[in-house]
């Protein structure tokens, strides 16, 4: 009997059926991954998740409804931030937005970085490391269909929505005209938010157009914000060596959670629950990683010597 170790660094027994004399022969097993078949499933992917989470949250949003439910979420989160003693992301906003140049450059990041960053690493994970590249898009996958789950089951309205206008016959996701104790907490006339992207402009505006039919404007609970760039940061750490490198990898997130909250997108509750989904997806993209090898392995046994 002899052992091979592949490139996946598995082990593999061949043992020669047809004779009882002669070397056993071991044959390496070689899983081919094809760039455009990588594109397809995750471009399809991702067609799939963006149809599923525009069919609810504000999609649900018709004429002049008011998104109370979506609305009472955020103010249960507000309560937990309170409670807690974290309740800060007004405060945070509101000493930036006099530095115009600095909002609209977190906008622009907010609008771009999340595709194009996440894109790049998974580009440099195909070509650096394709021996744990399906894993990683497991995991990438598995935790943006658990983020659809909390989008359907919690609908959260960002901060930047609490006090812009409710909706009208011609558009409006906000909840102004919802009348709630927070809005007046310590004496303040409402929340104190600011939508910067429709105040300052950005990449494009979540209120009209096509941005407005096509997204879900209460899809914030999980941030994937938060969930995509940590994926980047585990998914390259073997690669960086440097310590400049991964300084860089780990401010990724930091300054995406920082964006996330000086643009009134969302709470910073929602960026732990944006962890939690990598977490979980860690967990699930690995295990599925694991199960297609040993049934390749399996595969490959069962395979007669030549």
């Known amino acids: 009997m002899q052992a091979l170790t592949s490139p996946q660094q598995r082990t593999i027994y061949v043992v020669n059926s047809t004779t009882d004399v002669g070397p056993s022969v071991a044959i390496p097993r070689h899983h081919r991954t094809l760039w455009w078949k990588e594109v397809l499933i ?11 989470r525009n069919q609810f949250g504000s999609a649900l949003v018709n004429g002049v409804d008011v998104p109370l439910h979506s609305f009472t979420n955020a103010v249960r989160v507000i309560r937990i931030e309170r409670a807690l003693g974290l309740y800060h992301e007004e405060s945070i906003q509101d000493f930036f937005l006099p530095h115009v140049w600095f909002i609209k450059i977190m906008n622009t990041y907010y609008g771009t970085a999340h595709f194009f960053v996440t894109l790049g690493v998974f580009i440099l994970l195909f070509k650096r490391r394709p021996d744990v590249f399906a894993q990683w898009r497991n995991t990438l996958a598995a935790m943006t269909g658990l983020a659809i789950i909390g989008f359907v089951l919690f609908p959260l309205m960002p901060p930047r929505l609490l006090d812009a206008p409710c909706p009208t016959g011609t558009g409006g996701f906000g909840g102004a005209c919802i009348e709630h104790e927070l809005r007046n907490y310590n004496g303040a006339e409402d929340f104190g938010f600011v939508d910067t992207i429709a105040e300052f402009g950005g990449p494009w505006t979540f209120n009209e157009g096509p941005a407005a039919a096509l997204s879900n404007q209460y899809a914030a609970m999980p941030s994937l914000h938060i969930g995509w ?78």
């Open 42 to 52: 995750i471009s399809s992917f991702y067609a799939v998740y963006t149809l599923i």
């Open 229 to 306: 760039s940590t994926w980047c940061v585990f998914a390259l750490w073997p690669l960086a060596k440097k310590r400049w490198k991964r300084i860089a990898l780990f401010s990724y997130p930091t300054i995406t959670l920082f964006c996330i909250i000086v643009t009134g997108n969302h709470f910073w509750l929602d960026g732990v629950g944006g962890l939690l989904v990598f977490a979980v997806g860690y967990v699930l993209g690995t295990w599925l990683h694991r199960e297609n090898h040993k049934r390749l392995d399996r595969r490959m046994a069962s395979h007669p010597a030549f």
